[in-house]
Structure formats: structure tokens, C-alpha cells
């Protein structure tokens, strides 16, 4: 067997295409006939009842008013258990093939709304619990829940799914899991079977990582739960905790950036995470920690302006001699430099570095190819791109296009090629927040206060009164959005925002700083792209 780089996903997506294969496998499964879904060939339909009434219905309030939560719900079959005794429940999975699958055995409770699927990107270790919070179910959720899943993931993720848990879950709800017990008899036996197979770096997403009863109790009590039900007696542990008043743990706000396919790279971020903990530890003769991390520092600088914009406004291509017609400003764009002068508004002279929107256009065209739109086109790319650089978006922001439409948007380039968390608004959508949807004016978004750390606003809206002020309600501390273009008055909201509109808009901005970046050399790197002014607004 080859060694390989483990892909979760691709993996538990491989197993829902082959899973007839692997049912046959299990020797409990020789002779049936009742399998029709991938997952159900682990156990049986009165098994699922059962465990159910042992470890999951008993959890949740009995009028059927409870949340819950499920990780890893594979084909549904654990769900379809649960959703008539609660009103609602969440699912999340890193397969996209077994989501397709569980969406349509359970359409009924999904068109219904009691059901939800959210796909996991294994970037960020508070996803779950973003997600949640973004539903407005945050210490909300009575039962927490994850069956047949956290026996495949190392006690890293583990521990990230439980502190995740204890963030969403109320006071006195529970916690649920089955986790590889490699201290009972039938634990044992599926450690010697799996030992060849799973040996150095051939590791299947499916193998087992075993614990102990005695490292699911100290977690559980360092977490402050209170263990209601633990049964280590075959081949899982299968436990019950109920929260309590202790706060989880910091797991740091790390999240994988720019071209993950990279094996080096994600090495290097995976360093650059652990700078700070290294100087932390840092003391005395330690100066060679120092060292290292200032190298990481700067490998991983030199490598994430690849894919991102460069912070510094360097000049473009050669410098234009003194007196050049083209580098003195036409009459619109000294019409616009001489309201924004009058008006107060400071405004900074930017020109991209072609490098940097070279790297750009190169690590973005496999996602414009995937929506349809070709390599993004010069124009669609380019303005793309200064959005990105204004709001100097990277791997640790929530981001948010207003009123982007229903079809592509800048939304699908960004989550992969800067890592952002990424969702879309649109007034078409449904009224709420559904996934990476959200619906609904603009002047009052369905998200908590100080959920996003970057939006952006383009032309063909008109600004409403109120729109700023909710701007500055869900922008988080140190949050910045942008509006683009800025345009002279008398021209159409299609082409742009007229400065009087902005003008007016700002009156109800609130604590919002607003600048404006004039980008001088965009003819440099598309031909025919006119200058573009964009307002900036910084939430202190």
C-alpha cells in the first residue's frame, strides 16, 4: 500500500461509493437484505431505537421544544431517531456525498424546517460553534450529539468537538458520544485488525482511534460535565455528560489559508500558528525559540502574499515621466478628488502591485472556471481583487457581500483562495440566515451584533438611510467594510454610488471612520479599466 496525504472528506465521499463493498466486510451483515443507505450497515433498525432511547431522546425536553445538535449524521439514520421528540436539529458533516444522501431521506423534515446541513471545511476549530452562533442558537442547544463518528478523528479534533459542544449547549444540556475503547475485548480485536492496514502513513479516514474511559472522564470533568451515563463495557464508550457553569477552554483562532493542496505550505502555516505559543514558552536561553518563530514569521509571509493582496501600496510597472497626459487626472476624476476635499473625506492614492494581482488572477481562475464565468473576465476579476485588497481580506475573517445576487459572486473565489468564511445576502433570499445565505433588507441583517469582520457593498443598490448605522451593528471591533464605486453625482446607481448618496448615507454612520482609496493604475493591469474611487469605513 502507498503512502498518501489523508483527505478526510475524500475519503468518507470514497466510502459512500463503495460502501456496498465495506458492508459486506462486517460479518454481522452477511445475508441481509434491508440495507438500502450507506452508514445503516452498522447496526440494525431496532440497535438504533434502542440506543436512542438509552442515550438520546431521554436528553431533550419532553413537550418537543428542544435543539439539537449532530455531528457527523453520515445517511441520517440516528436523526431520523431523534426529530420527532425536538423542534429542530442541526446537522454537520465533512461529506458532501453523505450529506446529498441524509438531505433526501429526510426532505420531509427538511422542507419542514426542523432539519438543517451544514457542510464542515476542517479550517477553523470554532466552525461548528460560528455556525451555530449564526443561527442565534448559541447556548441555546439542549443535546449535542455524535454517533458512530468520533471513534474516526484523533483526540485533537475530539477535543475541539467537545469544546465546541459545551459553547453551543445551554446550562444542564447534554453532551453524547461514541468514542473506540481500546481497553475492552472488542476494542482490542479491532486494534490488531487494523494495525496492518493503518500502519505509518497509510491511514484510511475510517480507521479507529482508541481512548479510554479514564480520558473521556478527565476531559469531561476539566470541561466541567458531569457524567450522567458511561457504558466501556464493549467495543465503544458510549457517555452522557451534562454541562455545567465552566467556561470552554481558547482553542486560538487558527484557521488553514491559501492554497491548502500544498502540502509545504500548510507545514509552514501549521508552524507559523504556533509562533506566538513558542514565545510564550520563551525564557532566558531560549533565544533560539525567538529565532525560529521570526523565520516562520516571514516564510509564511512570503508565501501568503501568493495568494493575497500585499498591504503596501507599492507603485505599478514603470514610473510615468513628470508632464505625461496620462499621469495628470481627467476632468471626473479631479471633479471627485475636489467633492471629497470639500467634504472632509481624507483620501489615499493606491496603485496594486501587477505581481500581486498576477498571483491573484492565477489562483482564482480554477474558481471562476467552476462557476461558469470563465477565467472571471478583466473586469470581474480585477474589481474582485480590489476588493480583497481593501479590506485586506485573509484566512481569519467572516466576510459578507451585500446584495450580491443569486448567482456567482465573489463569495465562491474568496472561501477558497484566502480561507475566508464567507457568506452572500441578497433581498431574494428567504427572510433569515440559511447556511451561507442570508435574506432580508440590508438595514437589518439576521446576525448577531459584530459577527462579520468584513462586507462589501457594489453598485446597483441604492443606499438606504438606515443601512450604515446596521453596517456598524454587525461589523465586530476593528471590523471594515467597502463601497464601491464611488461616483459623481448625476450618475446611476448602476454605474456606481453617487458622492451625495454617500454623503447622505453617512450622517447615520455612528462610530464608523470613512476614507476613500483612489486606485490610479488599474489601465496597468487591464486595459481600459478606469481609475476607481472606494469608501472605506473602519469600525474602531
Known amino acids: 500500500m502507498s503512502r498518501r496525504d489523508r483527505d478526510y472528506a475524500a475519503d468518507w465521499d470514497n466510502y459512500v461509493d463503495q460502501w456496498r463493498v465495506f458492508a459486506e466486510q462486517e460479518p454481522s451483515n452477511r445475508g441481509r437484505r434491508d440495507l438500502v443507505y450507506p452508514g445503516d450497515e452498522w447496526g440494525t433498525p431496532e440497535e438504533w431505537s434502542a440506543y436512542a432511547d438509552t442515550y438520546l431522546r431521554p436528553f431533550v425536553p419532553a413537550d418537543g421544544s428542544g435543539i439539537a445538535v449532530e455531528i457527523g449524521p453520515g445517511a441520517g439514520k440516528y436523526t431520523l431517531q431523534l426529530v420527532p421528540s425536538v423542534r429542530r436539529v442541526l446537522c454537520f458533516d465533512v461529506s458532501a456525498r453523505f450529506m446529498e444522501i441524509a438531505k433526501s431521506r429526510l426532505l420531509d423534515h427538511v422542507q419542514a424546517g426542523k432539519v438543517e ?18 443561527r442565534d442558537l448559541l447556548g441555546r442547544v439542549d443535546l449535542f450529539y455524535s454517533i458512530d463518528s468520533m471513534q474516526h478523528v ?58 479510554s474511559a479514564e480520558i473521556v472522564r478527565s476531559l469531561l470533568r476539566r470541561l466541567g460535565y458531569e457524567v450522567v451515563r458511561l457504558d466501556d463495557s464493549g467495543r465503544d464508550i458510549n457517555f452522557v455528560g451534562r454541562r455545567g457553569a465552566l467556561e470552554p ?17 500548510r507545514r509552514i502555516y501549521a508552524l507559523r500558528a504556533n509562533v506566538e505559543h513558542l514565545r510564550t514558552l520563551q525564557a532566558g536561553p531560549g533565544a533560539s525559540l525567538a529565532a525560529l518563530a521570526t523565520r516562520i514569521d ?36 479631479s471633479s471627485l478628488l475636489e467633492a471629497f476635499e470639500k467634504s472632509g473625506i481624507p483620501v489615499v492614492e493606491v496603485q ?55 448567482g456567482p ?28 445565505r442570508i435574506g432580508g433588507p440590508p438595514s437589518a441583517l439576521p446576525v448577531p451584533g459584530g459577527f462579520f469582520s468584513r462586507i462589501a457593498l457594489r453598485a446597483g443598490e441604492v443606499l438606504e438611510d438606515r443601512q450604515l448605522g446596521e453596517l456598524e451593528r454587525v461589523l ?23 458622492l451625495a448618496e454617500l454623503e447622505r448615507a ?10 476613500v482609496q483612489h486606485f490610479t493604475n488599474l489601465a496597468q493591469l487591464e486595459p481600459g479599466a478606469a481609475p476607481m474611487f472606494v469608501a472605506v469605513l473602519d469600525k474602531p
Open 117 to 134: 446541513f451544514e457542510l464542515l471545511r476542517q479550517l477553523n476549530a470554532y466552525e461548528i460553534q460560528r455556525a451555530v452562533a449564526g
Open 154 to 211: 484523533e483526540l485533537h479534533t475530539l477535543f475541539a468537538y467537545m469544546v465546541n459542544a459545551t459553547a453551543c449547549l445551554k446550562p444542564g444540556g447534554h453532551l453524547t458520544m461514541t468514542i473506540a475503547n481500546c481497553l475492552s475485548d472488542e476494542g482490542y480485536a479491532r486494534l490488531v485488525g487494523e494495525a496492518g492496514w493503518c500502519y505509518g502513513g497509510s491511514r484510511p479516514s475510517h480507521q479507529f482511534y482508541f481512548l
Open 249 to 265: 477552554p481558547s482553542l486560538g483562532d487558527v484557521q488553514w489559508t491559501a492554497f491548502p493542496q500544498d502540502p509545504q505550505l
Open 298 to 333: 516571514r516564510a509564511a509571509s512570503r508565501l501568503r502574499r501568493l495568494g493575497k493582496p500585499s498591504a503596501d501600496a507599492s507603485p505599478a510597472g514603470p514610473a510615468r515621466p513628470p508632464g505625461d497626459p496620462e499621469s495628470r487626472p481627467g476632468p471626473r476624476v
Open 352 to 406: 496594486i502591485d501587477p505581481a500581486a494581482y498576477r498571483g491573484y488572477r492565477e489562483a482564482a481562475e480554477p474558481e471562476y472556471r467552476r462557476m461558469g464565468t470563465g477565467d472571471g473576465g478583466p473586469g470581474q476579476a480585477l474589481e474582485d481583487f480590489v476588493v480583497a485588497r481593501v479590506l485586506d481580506l485573509g484566512p481569519y475573517d467572516v466576510f459578507v457581500e451585500l446584495a450580491a445576487g443569486g
Open 409 to 436: 459572486s465573489a463569495s465562491d473565489v474568496y472561501a477558497p483562495v484566502f480561507r475566508a468564511i464567507c457568506y452572500r445576502h441578497d433581498g431574494s433570499f428567504p427572510p433569515g440566515l440559511h447556511g451561507e
Open 476 to 498: 465586530t471591533s476593528g471590523g471594515r467594510a467597502c463601497l464601491l464605486p464611488i461616483v459623481p453625482d448625476g450618475e446611476t446607481s448602476d454605474d456606481g454610488f453617487p
Open 506 to 515: 453617512l450622517r447615520q454612520r455612528g462610530s464608523l471612520q470613512v476614507s
